[in-house]
């Protein structure tokens, strides 16, 4: 399939570029040039009225620029009456995703152009090809443009996977550093990894690491002695990222990455899984580490699991009752699930969050969040 393309006039000159979409956006139906006399207002409203504009002016003007825009956009959404107070958990999180889509689709207006080498010919502009081509592959010498929002996202990744995340679960610095790719979730929420490094193995020879991610799960199961781990995703980019994960870590011996929709061949004393913790629909390829639509990939371990565990086996489900406490799945719906699965429970710790959103109380779903737990549920066949 042909990607997408962009249309503006421009000089009097009609021009056309490949445009870049993480989410998928369609590209801009009005495109409109604009350089450093166009103002943060201007812009807003500009962007509120579905015009894009393509930046022609020094790119380090054009990131003040949307940082003024947001500024605007906050601003606004913090006058009194602005909005409705919500009346429920679950109204303030639609409200709240509500809020970032249209805050997300004004920031996105803002466009900048790139060469066929992901090089971009504006004054100030830094060398990006090295992000570029980690996130949307090797250039293929066609022009293209992206919203100047996702290309600082991507600049944003490649530092992560430049530094790495320290995970002190996998040992002592330098060999415990997790580094995510594009398009896959950083495991910066530690308590769910602490879970899973002190739950008892209830063996050491094999284990399935159900949507690895960034493989970090694989890792710590190796680094606590299991000899042979099958860690499974579907995306390329958490493939590859795996992969690359466990060969820094020296684990290529113990851990195997490979693609499958779930569970690989076979059966397993141990198979864990830590699928996307809230059931609503993602936005964008990178939320779907967070968001599963009607959870699909947790209903589908847990139905899929009988089948996968050895006798006396064990499945460790790591979630957040965030869903819950948010009114966005029903309290008895998961413990009815795992019961329909054929499954028991034979434990469950839990752990309070310690990301900073847990105590901000200006935070849109603070009720919801001071609430959360996160567990691991140790299930068997019954």
Excluded at 36 to 64: C, I, K, P, Y
Excluded at 113 to 141: F, H, M, N, V
Excluded at 203 to 224: N, W, Y
Excluded at 291 to 318: I, K, N, Q, T
Aim: one cysteine or more; a positive charge; charged letters at 20%.
């Amino acid at each position: 399939m042909n990607p997408p393309v962009l249309a503006w006039t421009e000089g009097g000159t009609l021009h056309r570029a490949r445009w870049r979409s993480e989410a998928g956006l369609p590209p801009p139906a009005r495109v409109q040039p604009v350089d450093d006399t166009l103002s943060a207002a201007q812009a807003v409203r500009l962007a509120s009225e579905g015009t894009a504009m393509l930046w022609r002016s020094d790119f380090h003007n054009a990131r003040q620029l949307l940082q003024a825009i947001g500024r605007r956009i906050d601003q606004r959404a913090a006058r009194p009456g602005a909005r409705a107070p919500a009346g429920s958990p679950l109204e303030a999180f639609h409200l709240h995703r509500q809020a970032q889509g249209q805050r997300a689709g004004i920031l996105g207006k803002v466009l900048i152009e790139l060469d066929g080498d992901y090089g971009i010919a504006l004054p100030r502009a830094p060398d990006l090809r090295q992000a570029c081509s980690e996130g949307w592959g090797p250039p293929d010498g066609e022009p293209s443009v992206a919203a100047l929002r996702e290309l600082l996202g991507l600049v944003g990744a490649h530092e992560w996977r430049k530094r790495g995340v320290a995970i002190p679960v996998l040992g002592a610095p330098p060999a415990n550093r997790i580094h995510p790719h594009y398009g896959v979730f950083s495991p910066v929420r530690g308590e769910y990894l602490d879970l899973v490094a002190a739950a008892p193995l209830p063996a050491t020879d094999l284990a399935f690491d159900v949507g690895t991610g960034t493989g970090v799960l694989a890792a710590i199961l190796a680094r606590r002695g299991v000899r042979h781990v099958v860690a499974t995703d579907l995306d390329p980019r958490a493939l590859a990222c795996a992969r690359e994960n466990v060969l820094r870590l020296g684990l290529q011996s113990q851990v195997e990455v490979v693609q499958a929709d779930l569970f690989p061949a076979g059966r397993a004393p141990l198979v864990v899984c830590n699928p996307p913790w809230l059931p609503a629909r993602a936005s964008a390829p990178i939320e779907r580490a967070i968001y599963d639509e009607d959870s699909c990939m947790l209903r589908g371990f847990l139905s899929g699991l009988a089948a996968h565990l050895l006798p006396g086996g064990e499945g460790w489900l790591v979630m957040s009752d965030l869903a819950e406490h948010l009114g966005l799945r029903a309290p008895d719906a998961l413990a009815g699930w795992i019961e329909a699965a054929g499954l028991r429970v034979l434990a469950r710790t839990q752990v309070q969050p310690r990301h900073p959103k847990s105590a901000d109380p200006g935070d849109p779903l603070h009720a919801a969040r001071a609430m959360e737990r996160t567990s691991l549920w140790r299930l068997a066949v019954r």
